[in-house]
């Protein structure tokens, strides 16, 4: 399994950025495909964005134009730009890593939008 620590997280009010990062101990992290995945208190835990090895991306439709998922191979990392912040964008960040059928999760990073 990949170790995978966030940071990043934190306070802010509509319409604010934030950057969370996660950085992966280990050397697959380069074939992983990683993602961020989101879990707003009484929901269930929700895609948000992934990005290939290969730097091809995807998003939830709920964040599209607003965040960007991006990739540092050099740096075993992976970012979050999260621009435009709304309330419904509170929720605990998790950071994902999959390869080799394995999924690897961080502790989680704590976005909280204030109105």
């Known amino acids: 399994q990949v170790q995978l620590v966030e940071s990043g997280g934190g306070l802010v009010q509509t319409g604010e950025s934030l950057r969370l990062s996660c950085t992966a101990s280990?050397?697959?992290?380069?074939?992983?495909?990683m993602a961020w995945y989101r879990q707003a208190p009484g929901k269930e835990r929700e895609l948000v964005a992934g990005i290939t090895p290969t730097g091809n991306t995807n998003y939830a439709d709920s964040v599209k134009g607003r965040f960007t998922i991006s990739r540092d191979n050099a740096k075993n990392t992976v970012y979050l730009q999260m621009n435009s912040l709304k309330p419904e964008d509170t929720a605990v960040y998790y950071c994902n890593a999959f390869a080799f059928g394995q999924h690897s999760w961080g502790q989680g990073t704590q976005v909280t939008v204030s109105s």
């Open positions: 280990g050397t697959i992290f380069r074939i992983s495909v």
